[in-house]
């Protein structure tokens, strides 16, 4: 049975989306909802692997939305909703859990990070993440996901689920009219843009981030003109003029960084971008990227506020959009409860 191509991703409703999260992943969902068939999550069940106050989370998952839509996200193109309304992600990771080896989570890499020193104090939810990211994805039989190099292990975690289970129900699952015994596609990341990867403003080697602990680091997307215009003034750079190519970015990573942004915002090869300012100091050039940043993010963050100002169309749009995602994980789900041995009514 043919698996029809299907593109899924989801982000965090912890903190306020930033640049990074727009040009590392929304610009390419916006993309690819013009010629895909696309499920958009604000990853609830996530969100909360760490402590949330709850009137807060409410407001992020209106604000993650709100966000999603002024950026070009259409939820009438593409199915957009929150993850905690569609009890099949909940369910399917159960049985991911039943599936998975403790060793392949051992191997994760970004619990290591998170957990830190204090791992024996961290939420066995935050350690089976992993497994929820993956059935995430496999509920709906998603083929292809927009990730961040960030997530990419996780991805590769989801694959060896999907694996594991069409091995280990091989038998059911061509009795259940799979005669290929592939019930779960293996999930392809999709990685495409000119700025997958955006830097601290602070510190061009480490990834702009919502947990780093100066706003100065990231521009948000709710931040007004001025915000983003003092940000950019601020963000460290060296003492050398632009280079007049990209060879010259050798040991400049906030260089890169800056110049990458630029060009991903006007919609132009790091090349050409080179060109027009290679030889100029950075209060040139940073002048003109604070403009093309204020018209891009400025225009999202107000359009995000207007929407905001109505959060009973937000959860309309969330509903609408969980009902539509529920009618594609229901009959997927019930076919994983016949293949299990589960007896449903």
């Given at each position: 049975m043919k698996i029809a191509p299907l593109v899924f991703s989801?982000?965090?409703?912890?903190?306020?989306?930033?640049?990074?999260?727009?040009?590392?992943?929304?610009?390419?969902?916006?993309?690819?909802?013009?010629?895909?068939?696309?499920?958009?999550?604000?990853?609830?069940?996530h969100a909360i692997t760490v402590w949330q106050d709850p009137?807060?989370?409410?407001?992020?998952?209106?604000?993650?939305?709100?966000?999603?839509?002024?950026?070009?996200?259409?939820?009438?193109?593409?199915?957009?909703?929150?993850?905690?309304?569609?009890?099949a992600h909940a369910e399917l990771?159960?049985?991911?859990?039943?599936?998975?080896?403790?060793?392949?989570?051992?191997?994760?890499?970004?619990?290591?990070?998170?957990?830190?020193?204090?791992?024996?104090?961290?939420?066995?939810?935050?350690?089976?993440?992993?497994?929820?990211?993956?059935?995430?994805?496999?509920?709906?039989?998603?083929?292809?996901?927009p990730v961040g190099e960030d997530q990419k292990q996780h991805l590769e975690l989801a694959r060896d689920i999907a694996q594991k289970f069409n091995n280990d129900f091989?038998?059911?699952i061509v009795a259940a009219g799979f005669e290929d015994g592939i019930f779960f596609p293996l999930p392809e990341p999709v990685i495409t843009g000119p700025a997958t990867r955006v830097m601290s403003l602070r510190d061009g080697t480490k990834k702009m981030s919502k947990s780093d602990p100066s706003d100065l680091s990231r521009i948000n997307m709710t931040d007004d003109a001025d915000t983003i215009a003092k940000k950019i003034q601020k963000a460290k750079t060296d003492p050398e003029p632009l280079p007049s190519d990209e060879k010259g970015f050798e040991g400049r990573p906030e260089a890169e960084n800056l110049v990458g942004i630029y060009a991903a915002l006007s919609g132009q090869p790091v090349a050409d971008v080179l060109k027009d300012y290679g030889g100029q100091q950075f209060s040139s050039f940073k002048k003109a990227l604070a403009e093309v940043a204020t018209e891009k993010v400025g225009r999202i963050g107000a359009e995000a506020q207007t929407l905001?100002?109505?959060p009973a169309e937000i959860d309309r749009i969330l509903a609408d959009g969980s009902a539509r995602a529920r009618a594609v994980t229901e009959p997927v789900m019930a076919k994983v409860k016949d293949i299990v041995g589960f007896i449903r009514s």
């Amino acid at each position: 049975m043919k698996i029809a191509p299907l593109v899924f991703s989801g982000m965090q409703p912890t903190g306020s989306l930033h640049l990074g999260n727009y040009l590392g992943a929304m610009v390419n969902w916006i993309e690819m909802q013009k010629t895909h068939s696309c499920i958009y999550c604000v990853v609830d069940l996530h969100a909360i692997t760490v402590w949330q106050d709850p009137a807060e989370l409410r407001h992020a998952i209106r604000q993650v939305t709100a966000t999603y839509i002024a950026a070009g996200l259409d939820p009438k193109k593409s199915i957009l909703f929150n993850q905690s309304q569609v009890s099949a992600h909940a369910e399917l990771a159960w049985i991911f859990n039943c599936v998975a080896r403790l060793g392949w989570l051992n191997r994760m890499t970004q619990f290591k990070e998170k957990a830190g020193k204090d791992k024996e104090q961290a939420s066995v939810g935050l350690y089976a993440y992993p497994n929820l990211m993956a059935a995430d994805i496999l509920a709906y039989r998603a083929t292809h996901v927009p990730v961040g190099e960030d997530q990419k292990q996780h991805l590769e975690l989801a694959r060896d689920i999907a694996q594991k289970f069409n091995n280990d129900f091989n038998k059911e699952i061509v009795a259940a009219g799979f005669e290929d015994g592939i019930f779960f596609p293996l999930p392809e990341p999709v990685i495409t843009g000119p700025a997958t990867r955006v830097m601290s403003l602070r510190d061009g080697t480490k990834k702009m981030s919502k947990s780093d602990p100066s706003d100065l680091s990231r521009i948000n997307m709710t931040d007004d003109a001025d915000t983003i215009a003092k940000k950019i003034q601020k963000a460290k750079t060296d003492p050398e003029p632009l280079p007049s190519d990209e060879k010259g970015f050798e040991g400049r990573p906030e260089a890169e960084n800056l110049v990458g942004i630029y060009a991903a915002l006007s919609g132009q090869p790091v090349a050409d971008v080179l060109k027009d300012y290679g030889g100029q100091q950075f209060s040139s050039f940073k002048k003109a990227l604070a403009e093309v940043a204020t018209e891009k993010v400025g225009r999202i963050g107000a359009e995000a506020q207007t929407l905001m100002g109505d959060p009973a169309e937000i959860d309309r749009i969330l509903a609408d959009g969980s009902a539509r995602a529920r009618a594609v994980t229901e009959p997927v789900m019930a076919k994983v409860k016949d293949i299990v041995g589960f007896i449903r009514s």
